[in-house]
């Protein structure tokens, strides 16, 4: 018999397969294209993404699916791209069903595995062959090598068997699942396969080789292999990787010892001449490259010790290059390590006393130790190749290769910046801003470039070539074509290609500014306007016809006249035809024969008006007739024009006021609105005026429909081709568009309005701040690049400077005043005004403990900027030289802290003082250091160099840069002819490598070391001299501001930061920073951060001048847009929000799930509806149904006790285990945020949000369930709830809106302390053996609180302690203690630190998960962590207990030893809640997926206790025997329970689609059961119940399904779809019996059928059945559906007035009266809100029960005369419909959607949102 996997031999082919490329077994996501890779000659795959998991190719589709291949050699061909990160994940199962993800990454840093996980590092190969030195995993070391020069086509194999077998404790393979392939590389394709292949073998060698033994004697199939072309060879196109290696784990160990003896003899290992050099990872495998000949031993005498090494200044002069520079000096390494050698061939290496100095020697020690270079000792050499070996004190070498035949003679990467963003608008003018026709973009000037900004993603494209700034701008019809022009005696014109960015033509206008330029519609004409020598005005028409071709521009016609033209356009119908307007003047012109003439329009009454623009109605085609055109014209007193355009005459003509404000009437009275711009498209117009408003205007102008405001008067607005888009900007630098459909305002750029002096930068939050010349402060996200903050004040800022850690800035000002902000609160904190003069020098020191400021006047002054007080400590007068030339960094600060540099006493002299007593260190005067200069020579600008303090930079009058010896003020080099004009500005990066100086309008970026022939790049952009220049953090780009803010991507090879990393110097008791990439162990942190006392922290007011403008300082990928406001005629308020003094920013969401954000919730409650007593009450609540999945911590388990309880909505569910009997207790009328229960299990807390957003927390006694108390303390959501360990005190924490910690009494439940602190708080614990104690985390930090009691007097004391800097920049999400002693913290980012609590000092920090770790328990040595990456993990903390904190010997690898993960449990969803017996072997944990798991370590199992919906519940439907019910849901889910248990039987998951209605077949046996349901993509899905299974699929709608029913007899399902139409179709089947249009137009919202003989009214059948749909129409249908019969009965409609709220009206519901079909019970939206009766018999309304609101839902007892209905205002209302007697209740919190009585009458359910509530009806 065969095999079941025959069918895979001898391979498969994956990608033919799965056929992916039709997607359809086979999912991509992100940008997954094909190209034919020029390599392959063949089509491949190419997937890319911004970060990997976003672009990837995953086969199969889903990955609960498997692939099932059992071939145990896994082969992928691909190519990974250069400099770009990537990663291959395959899910293999092991016979065991043990699933093991096996990830490859040449992101991963080390090894590292888990029982079911393998990550495996991999590096590309290269041309050159590169060694990496190999450790070994298991010990935490890792290898690292350079960056390759390029990457090749790949093929990859893994033997998967061998794989398990090795790592995973002789794991036996059984299949292969699925396979994932993340961006960023090209996919030819991959198989598996029992057979080893050659990828070199061609099949000509095989045949030969055919009686061969050899392992990798088999070819690749030929549809795989790669093509070798004749000559050449198949290891030097390709590369080979092959995992695990050959060789095993024992023999690379022995290679690795081998290797390790042989390098530290220093001598050249032997290889044979057959063995390939290869790549190694750690124990991952080999990447065969070529095979040639290698070097012998290097004779001794070629060696020569370090001390016999003499120092010399290398030359650094830019003509020669430098390029006789070669030793580097190290001021990091001390000078004492002296037993170095240096190995080196005679023929390829230069010594440094064989080298003459170009700069005068100084006498002075060496004052660090140099790089030497080492032979290599195993990779052969190329001619006149020599490779250097970096030596480092870290466990691990660098390699880099280095000729001197092909030594690079210039600066690389070239170039080196790209322009990656300007923030800035305008420059010359801020009237030209243009949409493209596509609307997905607009364009305008930043002084001298023309930006083209894509509106969703705020990307831009620049057009650089301008030499002044931008005056005009000019599209053509279709938007491929630009025009602009440049201000200046001789305009320059430019025409570009605007799709591909290049410029067409250049011509000059001979005029001294252009004032306007028009585009035809066509681009073959190009006018513009301008004004000559003499004062006129002058008009020239181009003709540009040929440009495109390449042809040339010519002049069709010109003018010279005396009347002010203000804005001139072609008209978009005639290119000949244009209109022009200005002061007292509105003129048509034509072009005739190359001759232009004017015919003015008579203004009458108007002539002393001055007009602002024109305007044809934007959308006319060009054959329409010109009688039907319409001009329009604006002007400065607020009337609007309408020029009859043939007959050249005023049509009508409007004065606009603003929309009726009786403020403004009083002020305005007489006055119209100044509009500067207008625009108008077919359907309205629209305005830019003077007083900040974009309004929309009708075409009759009879009033505003829509406006914006402004901060500054609207310079020009524009209607988008679509109307549906209206962009406008301001003359204050501000530019937007306003959404016509949403009424929404997106702010696109925001600028500086003045000339942008200084700039500073906070790398922990990627903030900038500016100051300007415009007289404010503005503070950018660096990622987002939106305006978080504006500082305004009448007083010019000059210089700014961040502190180095602390969200503070502060900012120096022409006054003399230094005033320092905190932007955590939005205040100022302190005011400086210790000397006069303007403010030219301000920093922090590195180390963050003190700030500098720096005057004109020659004053220098230290503040102390740690801790709270930010006081004066010191003032020096006369030590910095006078004048303000030197702004905004007059001031620098060594990267130790310890030193000070600036110029002065005098502009000759460079002062090197101390940084904390000020006192003079060095002084050097500048003006003697060339001896050669003919003149003297003063400095400008001075630096310190990032990585060494010992070098400090000095830029010169003379146009110089020198680098000074800071301890002996000694000249070590120097730069002459830096730029052409002085040096303003220079900075340094932080690996000390290059060098970045702008000069007047340029930036340079130089070689630091100053050793190559070209040593520098210059860039272009600004059109003002630049004031200032830098590196961001992390050298990933320089800023330069001046006229516009530039920011630059810093284009560095990675190998260059790699080499920086690697040469940094590491001790013993340090461990090197957390990098975010998977490690082995947990490393210590540095040094403990210092505890601050915040309790008594009273912040102090200040009264000053200084005005904030904030907005939301979030990553949101949408502007902030604080300053405007939409309005609509029905509502004219004033929405202009002025500011003043400083205004707090609005509190911002964090970035973590752990803190609790209630779900949206648009519903009010009712606050009139009355609930009846519990004793009169017409029914009861008998079970919840489903758990809160979007609460924090809401649900306790007190296993002792045997008290269970969560929340559902407002109502707290107490569950008993054993029999599953519900206790509920309601008093909240909002979403229950949190729980908490006391240790003796006798009170509970829980906490919600109240209507008036303030919150309430209720206490219950749990024996009774009786609210012993309610508390409304805090203004915003409570996140948490705590009790103490002697129930004496519990602890509620605020929400991120008020985040308040507040203590209170148990016993009298009265508050005894509280403390506000400055960011979120996510989790708070009491410690568990010191009652006293407790411990709070929150944004990078932990609150450490002690209660202290005096006498009836209790406070709560507070410290604070930062975050370990290893974990980066997190929040600290949750919270636990382990002993007294012991304190355990998770971040977002899935660290767990150690804290002790007595030092309060973190001693200990691991990566326990992926994701956002949010709950933390502890039992004994247990820890249990939860996260938001689904998976659930015990850890064994024992060994902790036995570390040190004070001692500092624990590396990585020792932490790592000391936690053990002992066992995981993947739930459904994020983990929300946990709680765990003593012995954490069993507890309950509740995830976001709405469910209530128990959890049993011991036997690893976990049992879903709870189940419920975590979306929106779409539909119930009972069956009619009542022993199941279903739910429905927008996720996808269809979910059937059983009754009473009320348990969940089966679940059927569409993914993707909404479930949006559900219904039962009406047969009563077991088997026949079936439930069908109607989804979104307009399908009809019928499962049956007994096997589980779908049984049937049909799909007779192309819209949503909205509604579903049965017929009576259970032969037809009728459905009804979004679109109003109904659908017959028949249940056996499936196919679509008839399709009925009654209805269409109109969502049907309600379908049922009845048994009822029809001939009663006149009409043949035997079931009656109803629609009813969202425009008030009710049809009635007699059907007989065994003949085939369908009539239509009865049609209602029900009249209503115009539905005027912002939401959707109410729904249509009809139901036939259970007891008597022939009456129709319906309500809707109408005149009344009623319910009505409507008799089929009688043809009228026989009945009428007038209701409070409109019913959202209802349903009709079918035993007893009522009606349950449901509203919005969440009141479920009883109604017995015969007395018209009701009573209310009141228990959801949300608008009720969805009610339904049991088919016997003595249930209801009724459910909001996700609550379902199940009520036992006892009878009104």
Known sequence: MASKAAWQEPFVNIFKHFRVGEWKKASKGGDVSTYTDKTLNCSVFRIKGSVPTIGYILVPKNTSQSMGLTGRYFYLLFNPSQGKSFSIVLDVIAEDGRVVRISISNMFKEFKSTPTSLCLPFLCGSDKDMFIETKDPSRGQVSEAPSPSQVRWTCLMMDLQETLSTYLNQLHFKHLKNVKLCAYMSVKNMFTTNMLLNPELSYHDSKQLAGASSEAAAPMPRDMAFPVPKGQSWLDLYHYFRFPPKERHTDIKEKDKKKNEARSTRSLAVQEKSQPVVSSIPE????????????????????RSRRNRRPATPSCNTEDGGADVFVHQRADVHTEQTDHIVDQPKNHTRTRRNRRPSTPSCNTEDGGAHVFVHQRADVHKHHGETDEYVESPLPHPVWMSISEDTKEQKLLPDPILRLRRIIGFGGATTKCALWTRLGDAVVYPCHAIVISMKIDSNEQRFFIGHTDKVSALAFNGNSTMLASAQTGNYCVVRVWNYLKGNCLAMFRMQAQSVTSLSFSYSGGFLCGVGKDNHGKTLVVVWNTVNVSNGGEVSILAKTKTDVDITTMKVANFDDTRLVSCGHDNIRLWRVRSGILRSCPINLSDYKSLDFTDVAFEEGDSPDQHLDDRTLFASSQSGHIFEIDYTRVVIRNVRWLFPMPRQEKLTLNKGHGIAINSISVSPSFCATGSEDGYLRLWPLDFSGVFLEAEHEGPVSVVSISSDSMQVLAATSTGNMGFLDVTSRGYNTLMRSHTDTVLGFSVDGIRRHLTTASSDGTVRIWSMDSLHQLYDFVSEDRPCSVAFHPSEQIFSCGFNSGIVRVFDLSCGKLMVEHNDFSGEVVGLAFSPDGSSMYSAGSEGSLARYSSSGKGNQLIKVVCGLVARGTGRAPDALTVSSDSHCLAFVGPSEYTVTIANAVSLEESLRVDVSILDVDSNFLDSALKVCFSSASPKHLLVATSANKILWVDTKTGCLLRQVTKVHKHWCSSLAVSEDRRFLVTAGHISVKVWDYNMQLKTNSQMFIGHSQPINQVSFTPGQLGVVSVGDAIFLWDFLAQPMDLLLSNCSRPSSSGEVQACNELPRQSAPLPFSPPPPVDISAMDTQEFEQDVTVIGSDPSCNSKPATSFLKITEPSDVTNLNTCLQGFSTKKPVR???????????????????????????AAMKLKAVIGYNGNGRGNMVWSPDQGLFAYSCGGVVVVEYLNSGRQRHLQGHNEEISCLAISNDAKIMASAAIKCNSSSLICIWDIQSGDCLKTISYHRGAVQCLAFSKDDCFFLSVGDFTDPMVALWSSKTLQMLSGVTVSVPIHDAAFCPSAPAQLACVGRQSVYFGLIQSDGQDVELKVMTVRAPAEVGDVEMTAVCYHTDSLLFTATNRGHLCVWDIKTQTCFMTWEADEGEIGILLCRGNSLLTGSNTHWLRLWEVEAVLGMKPQAKAFSSKDSGKSVVLKQEIMLDGTTVSAAFDNTMDMGIVGTTAGTLWYIDWLDNSNIRLVSGHKNKVNDLAFHPNESHFATCSEDGSLRVWSFPANELVVQFQVLGQSCNCVCWSPFPSEQRISVAAGYGDGTLRIFRLATAEMERKLQPHCVAVTAIQYSANGDVIISGGKNGLIAVSNAKDGTTIRI????????????????????????????????????????????????????????????????RQDDSPPPSLASFCPTDPSLVVYTSYGIEKDISFYSLSKKRIIKKIAMPHWATCFSLSSKSQLIALGSKERVLKLIEWTSGKFQDFLQHSDALQTSRFSPSGKLLFSVAHNEIFLWEVQGL
């Open 1150 to 1176: 964090p970035d973590c799930y752990r803190h609790f954000i209630p779900r949206f919730n648009n519903s009010t409650l009712d606050e009139t509806a009355v609930t009846p007593q519990a004793s009169e």
């Open 1636 to 1699: 009925l249009k009654d209805h269409k137009g109109a969502a049907v919202s309600a379908i049922q059928c009845v048994n009822e003989q029809c001939k009663d009214f006149g009409m043949v059948g035997n079931e009656l059945w109803l629609a009813a749909s969202a425009d008030r129409r009710i049809s009635v249908w007699a059907a007989d559906w065994f003949t085939h019969n369908c009539a239509l009965l009865d049609w209602l409609t029900l009249p209503a007035p115009p539905y």
């Open 284 to 303: 991952l495998g080999e990447i065969v490259t070529e095979q040639t000949d290698h070097i012998v031993d290097q004779p001794k005498n070629h060696t």
